[in-house]
């Protein structure tokens, strides 16, 4: 059986394991708390060839093969460094890394501790939130990396770096909101004093104020050497201020790709809390020839799903079209109950009762972002060397 | 070469109001008060209680207040000057000691007051009020001629050119108590006159705006009401002050009112409230109106029940309202009819509107309020605004139309709490909200467009929610030190943009 293991090195040995190429092609994560995002890399990594077998619905016309595949030449396909306060009362709020290592095969270096996705499902356990409380002492740097398939590329592929900052979905969507955080340089750091563009921030605790400062300036670096940026927006935010700060978020990102002409891919995450949408899922499980006519574009515009309406209309022509750069995703599609949707081998939904669940997660368009986005950081290329 | 312009020194940026109090004998006679049906009131004690409310103005407004009294000697117990809150107590005391005596040397009184005003150059440059229930029998210093070249007595200066120099601005009420057909029976009546006059004229000589009149009360409501032209609202029982708000609740009511400009035509009534900031702008800041200022106050109803001492405070609207909040409303009707007159009709009005409303009798309610827009309309622009709001939120209430009530609420109090604030800070956030409100046509547009120009007034709108997100930010940036009013207003604006989509 192969071992399952969780490494915590700290920052003063710290060395880099990865090896990302230089001219590393880098796509940014964002979204706001509870978007997504912890669950896109997790599902985005399984897919990579990391064992996590999975079923798309609805699947692409051209049978659902997608030039996307783990990095082989690397041995980590997903990095993740923990940023937290050591206690979280200590108002000096020392700062403290931990960095884990997501990797194909074990490690031959035992003294260094991995967690091992080649690892089966059974072994591998359902990879949920971090060991720590969070929201307000910490957040995670995640990277990933991948290969896109250039068809005209001399090696065929690309290195490709995935990055966010999860745990950080404020973070995120202050960074975004405000622009009068936005950093210039891969250098540049938010100062306190910007800070206060962010509501009640004077009023938090000296630790989290600081933890915040540095998140913004670690996000703002990324997102600066960005060479597209993903979305993720939530349809179903019960709470007002859930919906302002998304919509805000929504709005602060795309004034940045437009100001910095960057490529932008929306993915509504969770679609399967799109009752509607749902349905057709399920006639898809029963049905394997069965397409989807859900419109996620309608959705948006005349139905003013997410609340996008007015903004997304305002945004075609000017870097994105809502007909190819919007998606529905959902990782895990649930039967309604909160249990994973699976289905076994005949294609009927497996019972998810009982000693040993047989069958595989269903899943929806949840490549499709991140291949689109490569796509179009590829035309963009070819525009600028034509 | 310097200019005469360039050499003058600057012209105020705050209100300067110099009052001039009548402290003769006479003024401990009582005044005859019909309306409030209790005890007469003596001149002197209603003359108090008013100056205690102007006071109260002052310290809430930052305007410059001084106080002139008078019997055969002038004297200044209040040099004009800022009024700070916390030495209201001393200042009040001291006015509870004025005792009146002796006789009346009014013009002298008139001279000192406008020597308080006087600003080099600039001539004299504020507001004068004189409140007084009698003749000229003591002035040394000054005097009024009976025609403009007329002689001058020995020694004595001409009071018109002397408060009335080149390059003033100056208004002057005079408030007269009592009839003045008979010496010693009331205000000098045709002196007062004449000295109107006298001073309308030269204003037209020197090219100046006239703003001077003569008014005569003859019982207490009236006199108090002439000092303190007052529109005065109250909260409603089941109003939650903005800070007591839950950071959910306070995203709910901002949506709410957010739902107020993105459909107009189901919130008509939002189109007639208006900024002041914006409204004094548009009427230039050079207009000038006939109509005296009304003082508007809101107290927004506590745990402990309605405020205290709102007849002592308030006058003749203090019962009104105070008949209102213990529930009498058919007392308080009576009252409010009987202050046909002497209150503002704006006023009255209102508040017939309201305690209609809480006798449920809609009809007349909706009459009154109807002529308390009117009235309103004719208001100056700058105390238009929060009567128009205390309107709009009576109106919203009599339709049930929640999402305007919480807008116009929100605004109405953010004011409220920022009375006592730097004057920039409080035009900064109006300002935020007024460009809110301008948000309703762009979006309102992108409701209405045709597929073809949809884009295009998307595209407008989401520039237009841009440009006042802008604004917000380096709000934020700038007050980020200034408290929880000012936070909350940020916070209740940045959420309304959100919904704006």
């Not at chain 1, 990095?71 to 709020?93: K, Q, R, S, W």
């Not at chain 1, 979905?169 to 250098?187: H, K, Q, V």
């Not at chain 2, 001084?66 to 000697?73: I, K, R, Y």
């Amino acid at each position: 059986m192969p071992e399952v293991k969780v490494t915590t090195r700290r920052k003063s040995t710290a060395k880099k394991e990865s090896k990302p190429s230089v001219d590393t092609t880098r796509i940014a994560v964002v979204g706001i708390p509870a978007s997504g995002k912890t669950t896109y890399f997790r599902f985005l990594s399984g897919h990579f060839g990391l064992n996590l077998p999975i079923l798309y619905i609805p699947a692409r016309a051209d049978n659902g093969s997608l030039p996307l595949f783990g990095d082989l030449e690397n041995d980590v396909a997903l990095e993740e460094t923990t940023y937290e306060t050591t206690d979280p009362t200590d108002p000096e709020g020392s700062l403290e890394t931990t960095t884990r290592y997501y990797v194909n095969r074990p490690m031959e270096d035992r003294r260094k501790l991995w967690v091992e996705l080649s690892a089966g499902r059974d072994e591998q356990g359902i990879l949920t939130k971090y060991p720590l409380p969070t929201k307000f002492n910490q957040f995670v740097e995640m990277k990933m990396r991948f290969r896109y398939a250039a068809p005209e590329g001399e090696s065929g592929s690309r290195p490709m770096e995935l990055s966010t900052v999860d745990e950080a979905g404020g973070i995120i969507a202050d960074y975004f909101t405000y622009d009068r955080l936005w950093l210039d340089s891969a250098e540049g750091e938010v100062s306190e004093k910007t800070c206060r563009v962010i509501p009640h921030f004077d009023s938090w605790r000296p630790d989290r104020r600081d933890l915040w400062k540095r998140g913004l300036t670690l996000l703002g670096r990324f997102v600066c050497g960005a060479d597209a940026i993903i979305l993720l927006l939530s349809p179903g935010l019960p709470s007002l201020r859930d919906q302002a700060q998304q919509v805000n978020l929504a709005r602060g990102v795309f004034r940045y790709t437009h100001a910095r002409n960057l490529p932008l891919v929306i993915a509504i995450s969770k679609a399967d809390k799109l009752k509607e949408f749902y349905g057709e899922v399920e006639q898809s499980v029963r049905e394997r020839t069965f397409r989807s006519s859900f419109d996620p574009v309608d959705f948006l515009l005349r139905r003013d799903g997410a609340g996008m309406g007015t903004i997304l209309v305002a945004q075609e022509g000017r870097g994105i079209s809502t007909k190819s750069d919007v998606f529905l995703i959902s990782s895990a599609v649930s039967t309604g109950e909160g249990h994973p949707l699976f289905i076994g081998e005949t294609g009927d939904e497996a019972p998810s009762a009982g000693s040993v669940t047989m069958g595989v997660p269903v899943m929806v368009n949840t490549t499709l972002p991140l291949a689109r986005a490569c796509e179009r950081i590829l035309e963009r290329r070819a525009t600028k060397e034509s | 070469m310097q200019t005469e312009a360039e050499s003058a020194p600057p012209l105020p940026s705050r209100e300067r109001n110099v009052l001039l109090l009548d402290l003769s004998k006479s003024m401990l006679a009582p005044l005859p008060d019909p309306q409030g049906g209790g005890p007469e009131r003596q001149k002197i004690e209603v003359a108090r209680t008013a100056v205690f409310r102007i006071l109260q103005d002052s310290a809430q407004t930052g305007n410059l207040f001084g106080l002139v009294t008078f019997t055969e000697t002038v004297r200044v117990p209040v040099p004009l000057g800022e009024i700070h809150r916390e030495n209201l107590p001393y200042i009040e005391n001291l006015i509870s000691l004025l005792a009146p005596s002796g006789r009346s040397a009014i013009w002298d009184a008139l001279g000192v007051g406008a020597d308080l005003l006087r600003m080099g150059t600039n001539g004299v440059q504020g507001n004068l009020v004189l409140v007084t229930d009698g003749w000229d029998n003591a002035s040394t210093r000054f005097e009024t001629r009976g025609e403009p070249n007329g002689k001058a007595s020995e020694g004595k200066v001409d009071l018109t050119p002397y408060i009335l120099p080149a390059h003033s601005r100056v208004t002057l009420r005079i408030i007269g108590i009592g009839s003045g057909d008979e010496r010693d029976k009331g205000v000098d009546a045709a002196h007062m006159n004449q000295l109107v006059g006298q001073l309308t004229q030269r204003a037209v000589e020197l090219g100046l705006p006239p703003a001077f009149s003569f008014q005569m009360v003859s019982t207490g409501s009236q006199l108090f009401a002439q000092m303190v032209n007052a529109f005065l609202d109250v909260g409603y029982e089941d109003d939650r002050p903005i800070e007591e708000l839950h950071p959910e609740e306070l995203a709910h009511h901002a949506a709410n009112a957010a739902r107020a400009l993105k459909e107009p035509q189901q919130h008509a009534t939002v189109s007639r409230i208006k900024n002041a900031q914006a409204a004094g702008r548009s009427a230039g800041a050079d207009s000038y109106s006939e109509a005296p200022e009304i003082e508007v106050d809101f107290l927004a109803s506590g745990p402990g029940g309605p405020p205290a001492y709102l007849k002592e405070r308030y006058g003749p609207l203090g019962e009104v309202v105070e008949a209102y909040l213990a529930g009498h409303y058919d007392h308080a009707l009576e009252l409010i009819q009987k202050t046909q007159g002497f209150l503002p009709s704006v006023t009255r009005l209102y508040w017939e509107a309201r305690i209609q409303y809480a006798r449920r009798a809609v009809v007349e309610a909706a009459r009154a309020l109807l002529q308390a827009w009117t009235e309103a309309e004719k208001l100056p622009a700058n105390t238009q605004a929060p009567i128009l709001r205390r309107l709009a939120v009576l109106q919203a209430r009599m339709q049930n139309d929640k999402e305007t009530e919480t807008l116009v609420r929100f605004i109405d109090e953010t004011e409220h709490h920022l009375a006592n604030r730097d004057p920039k800070t409080r035009e900064r956030l109006m300002d935020l909200f007024a460009k809110l409100m301008e948000l309703r046509g762009t979006y309102q547009l992108t409701r209405l467009a045709g597929e073809g120009d949809l884009q295009d007034a998307a595209l407008k709108h989401e520039a237009a929610v841009e440009e006042v997100f802008s604004l917000l930010q380096d709000a934020r940036l700038d007050l980020s030190t200034e408290g929880a009013s000012v936070e909350g207003a940020l916070d209740f604006i940045e959420i309304c943009l959100a919904e704006m989509r």
